[in-house]
């Protein structure tokens, strides 16, 4: 294979999930919620490649059982349908009939057919999805005011207070490729995955198999790095889709940009990743953590995900205390090996712990960083070469007010 020197990476302003050539996106109140929009949809003018990761949950809602069947039909993916105030999730048969219901009236909308449509649903477990609204929804598509991405990322969202999007861009055999996303996500973050859908579209011509692999191995490295809340949802996915527009040769892992490819595609799914813990329900802070040293890159993400997930590290954090011991208990939660003769943990610039003892800091210093929107947090298990970033969040009176009532 031929070696090439890797392509820059540029960020596009404003970027989302229709900035890659082809698609399109728009959102609409068909009347699931009170006000706001409740029903979106995301549709390539060409059949695409299509890879899908989803919720490890054993509950595992009906929309993500047709979409999956989709999936593995032999008819392309064009398009994705998504609805956000009710999950369609613990509703039976009844439920499988309405996910169905709801790809067919797309399908007829955008005249595909069935199998070229995804289906995405978030919301209320146990609900009833109120399929004549969808329906009625669908068939009121036309409205100009409706055909843009800003209502498509609107419409996926429930607790979230800002929409989630970004685009980068990267030439791939002279042509210049575009890889675009939007999610949602606020709280029930713990992926594998977790109460989040991600929508990812590129231009560039990928294999399908190729395509699955780098959306596993790059989900493993972002969207399955974050935690609000330790909670696992039923209903959720990340679904790629790439449509050839930009008129590369077909992407495979022996093509000699493909690692700029893959570079492109992982700074979308972490920055979307990050935006997602953000946005954490009730958060004031985003939560960084740099793990190094490790036997692993599996033990890394472990031990980084063990830190985030700890509520006395959340909470500490939220109060901007340099608690330092919570994030040492948190190191020694899972399975995987360390020596703690020779942790090292640092809060931003300021080494608090040094071959596994405390070592005097400035307390005043030490506050510094965690008082920052984003808190970085350094460990250092100087066992390998195993390393891995995860984030999260603080956590605040604000998420117990909003899952108090959030059913009622």
Same mark, same amino acid.
């Given at each position: ?24 996106? /728009?959102?609409?109140? *068909? ?5 706001? &929009? ?15 990761? +989803? ?25 994705? *349908?998504?609805?956000? /105030? ?41 609900d009833p999805l109120p399929i004549e609204k969808i329906k009625a929804g669908f068939q009121s598509i036309g409205e100009e005011n409706d055909q843009t991405v800003e209502r498509f990322e609107q419409a996926i969202l429930t607790t979230d207070t800002c929409t989630k999007h970004v685009a980068v861009q990267v030439e791939i055999d002279g042509k210049t490729v575009t890889v675009g996303g939007a999610a949602k996500g606020s709280g029930m973050i713990d992926p594998n995955m977790a109460t989040m859908l991600a929508f990812i579209t590129t231009d560039a011509s990928v294999e399908e198999s190729a395509l699955q692999n780098v959306l596993k191995q790059g989900t493993n490295r972002t969207f399955n790095m974050i935690t609000v809340d330790g909670d696992s949802s039923t209903n959720d996915m990340v679904l790629v889709m ?75 954090? +939220?109060?901007? &205390? ?6 040492? *208990? ?23 712990? &040094?071959? /596994?003892?405390?070592?005097?800091? &400035? ?14 947090? +350094? ?6 070469? /195993? ?5 999260? *969040?603080?956590?605040?009176?604000? +998420? ?9």
């Amino acid at each position: 294979m031929e070696i090439v020197e890797e392509a820059a990476i540029h960020v596009l302003e404003a970027g989302g999930v229709t900035s890659a050539k082809g698609f399109s996106a /728009g959102g609409m109140h *068909c009347g699931i919620r009170k006000r706001k &929009d409740d029903l979106g949809w995301l549709v390539s003018e060409v059949p695409t490649s299509a890879a899908a990761v +989803y919720t490890t949950n054993q509950f595992q809602a009906a929309p993500l059982q047709v979409t999956r069947e989709s999936l593995q039909s032999e008819k392309p993916l064009q398009a994705v *349908c998504v609805n956000s /105030g009710v999950a369609n999730a613990c509703t039976g048969e009844q439920g499988l009939k309405d996910a169905y219901e709801m790809r067919r009236a797309m399908a007829e909308k955008v005249n595909l057919a069935e199998e070229q449509v995804a289906v995405a649903s978030t919301g209320l477990i146990g609900d009833p999805l109120p399929i004549e609204k969808i329906k009625a929804g669908f068939q009121s598509i036309g409205e100009e005011n409706d055909q843009t991405v800003e209502r498509f990322e609107q419409a996926i969202l429930t607790t979230d207070t800002c929409t989630k999007h970004v685009a980068v861009q990267v030439e791939i055999d002279g042509k210049t490729v575009t890889v675009g996303g939007a999610a949602k996500g606020s709280g029930m973050i713990d992926p594998n995955m977790a109460t989040m859908l991600a929508f990812i579209t590129t231009d560039a011509s990928v294999e399908e198999s190729a395509l699955q692999n780098v959306l596993k191995q790059g989900t493993n490295r972002t969207f399955n790095m974050i935690t609000v809340d330790g909670d696992s949802s039923t209903n959720d996915m990340v679904l790629v889709m790439a449509n050839g527009k930009a008129e590369t040769e077909t992407l495979t892992e022996d093509h000699p940009s493909w690692s700029a490819f893959v570079k492109a595609f992982e700074k979308v799914s972490e920055q979307l990743a990050k935006e997602i813990a953000r946005d954490g329900e009730g958060a004031t802070k985003l939560v960084e953590v740099h793990v190094k040293g490790a036997t692993t890159d599996q033990a890394a993400r472990s031990i980084g995900k063990e830190i985030i997930s700890s509520n006395l590290v959340k909470t500490a954090i +939220y109060g901007s &205390d340099p608690n330092w011991g919570r994030i040492v *208990c948190a190191i020694g939660y899972g399975d995987e090996p360390i020596d703690p003769e020779k942790v090292t943990v640092s809060l931003g610039d300021v080494t608090v712990v &040094d071959q /596994g003892l405390p070592i005097p800091f &400035d307390e005043e210093k030490a506050k510094q960083p965690l008082q920052q929107e984003t808190v970085p947090i +350094y460990v250092d298990l100087h066992l390998g070469d /195993g390393t891995a970033t995860a984030w999260g *969040c603080d956590l605040t009176y604000e +998420y117990v007010r909003i899952n108090a009532a959030y059913r009622t």
